[in-house]
């Protein structure tokens, strides 16, 4: 499966972005679909998943109750709400497919590009 994200930019500390990954080339919705996160000179890390039916989420606690992960399967596009945005956020996001579900960026087989996050003080 083939994922492209998008809507990453520069928003203030307390704002607001919502980034999308759109999928190809398999059924969509047989995989289970992730966010992971990148900070310069940090490992990359989980942030959420959903389960292939949306029944299951799971987020880290650094951004729960701030961030939210959906998904479309007939749009074939997994999505990351993300409000009150703070500098720690900033990072580059990848979306990422696997037929399991998981928290661990390793047992993920398909990646997007990533989609650069800075948010300002």
């Known amino acids: 499966v083939q994922l492209q994200a998008s809507g990453g930019g520069l928003v203030q500390a307390g704002g607001s972005l919502r980034l999308s990954c759109a999928a190809s080339?398999?059924?969509?919705?047989?995989?289970?679909m992730a966010w992971f996160r990148q900070a310069p000179g940090k490992e990359r890390e989980f942030v959420a998943s959903?389960?292939?039916?949306?029944?299951?989420?799971n987020y880290a606690d650094s951004v729960k109750g701030r961030f939210t992960i959906s998904r479309d399967n007939a749009k074939n596009t997994v999505y990351l709400q993300m409000d009150s945005l703070k500098p720690e956020d900033t990072a580059v996001y990848y979306c990422a497919a696997d037929r399991g579900y998981g928290t661990i960026a390793e047992n993920y087989d398909y990646w997007g590009q990533g989609t650069q996050v800075t948010v300002s003080s």
């Open positions: 959903i389960s292939r039916s949306s029944i299951m989420t």
């Open positions: 080339g398999r059924t969509f919705s047989d995989y289970y």
